[in-house]
């Protein structure tokens, strides 16, 4: 059986791999884990680990693990500098916002 809050934490994981412009066999290879076993992730089959989050920090620095976990507050923490980011494996602000619009056109609840 599907929890329902493992089953949110893996939309939001999937939120993230799709911010980062991942397809799920990309994002497993960071994390250590296979694409099967992300899929359940994000499918909600599983809980992730303190590992699995402690990777997606290091991937992402300006994600709140609040966000992924529970759902409350907004996805990318504020106070995070952006300007630092390598190419390629972050996003710039704009991509951010379209993010943002995105979350708050499909998931009502999202602030």
Same mark, same amino acid.
Request: charged share 25%; glycine share 4%; hydrophobic share 40%.
């Given at each position: 059986?599907?929890?329902?809050?493992?089953?949110?934490q893996? #939309?939001?994981?999937?939120?993230?791999?799709?911010?980062?412009? /991942?397809n799920q066999f990309?994002?497993?290879?960071?994390?250590?884990i296979?694409?099967?076993h992300?899929?359940?992730?994000e499918?909600g089959k599983?809980?992730?680990t303190?590992?699995?989050l402690w990777i /997606?920090?290091?991937?992402?620095? #300006?994600?709140? /693990?609040?966000?992924l976990?529970?759902?409350?507050?907004d996805m990318? #923490?504020t106070?995070?500098s952006m300007?630092?980011?390598?190419?390629g494996?972050?996003?710039?602000q #704009?991509k951010?916002d379209?993010?943002?619009?995105?979350?708050k056109?499909?998931?009502?609840?999202?602030k």
């Open positions: 059986m599907i929890d329902n809050q493992h089953q949110k893996g #939309e939001r994981l999937k939120i993230i791999r799709k911010h980062l412009g /991942l990309e994002l497993a290879q960071m994390l250590h296979t694409q099967p992300l899929s359940s992730l499918k599983y809980s992730m303190i590992d699995l /997606l920090k290091k991937i992402m620095p #300006e994600l709140s /693990l609040s966000w976990v529970t759902g409350d507050y990318c #923490e106070n995070i300007a630092a980011e390598p190419p494996i972050y996003q710039k #704009e951010i379209r993010i943002e619009a995105f979350l056109e499909h998931f009502p609840a999202y």
